[in-house]
C-alpha cells in the first residue's frame, strides 16, 4: 500500500521559510515524475514543482521559481520542498504526490497522479 505523508507546514510571516516533507512507502521510485502541487480556498490544485523520481531534472512553476527546491532522499524515501522568501499568495494546502507521468510539463498536471499524501496548510502573513 502506498502512503504518502507530508509535514513541516504552518505559519510563517512573509518573507521567512519553511521546509516540507513527504515520506513515501510502499512506492519504488521509477522513474516517473514526484510532485509538489498547492491549493487555496476557491481555487484549483496546481502543481508548483516536479521532480523525477531517478533524480533526474526538476522544474517548477514560474510563481515559485527562484524561491522554492524540490529535492529526494533515496535513503530516507522522502521529498522535500523548501521555500524561501515566501508570499502571502503562496498560503495553501500544500500536497505531495507520487507515480506521476514520465517526464515533461505533464507533471504540474494534478490528474496524472496517482497517489496523493494528505497535505500540509502553509499560512503566510503579512
Known amino acids: 500500500q502506498v502512503q504518502l505523508v507530508e509535514s513541516g507546514g504552518g505559519s510563517v510571516q512573509a518573507g521567512g521559510s519553511l521546509s516540507l516533507s513527504c515520506a513515501v512507502s510502499g512506492y519504488t521510485y521509477n522513474g516517473y515524475c514526484m510532485g509538489w502541487f498547492r491549493q487555496a480556498p476557491g481555487k484549483e490544485r496546481e502543481g508548483i514543482a516536479y521532480?523525477?523520481?531517478?533524480?533526474?531534472?526538476?522544474d517548477y512553476a514560474d510563481s515559485v521559481k527562484g524561491r522554492f527546491t524540490i529535492s529526494q532522499d533515496n535513503a530516507k524515501n522522502t521529498v522535500y520542498l523548501q521555500m524561501n522568501d515566501l508570499k502571502q499568495e503562496d498560503t495553501a494546502m500544500y500536497y505531495c504526490a507520487a507515480l506521476g507521468p514520465y517526464g515533461g510539463s505533464w507533471c504540474f498536471r494534478p490528474d496524472r497522479y496517482k497517489y496523493w499524501g494528505q497535505g500540509t496548510q502553509v499560512t503566510v502573513s503579512s
Open positions: 521532480i523525477y523520481s531517478n533524480g533526474g531534472r526538476s
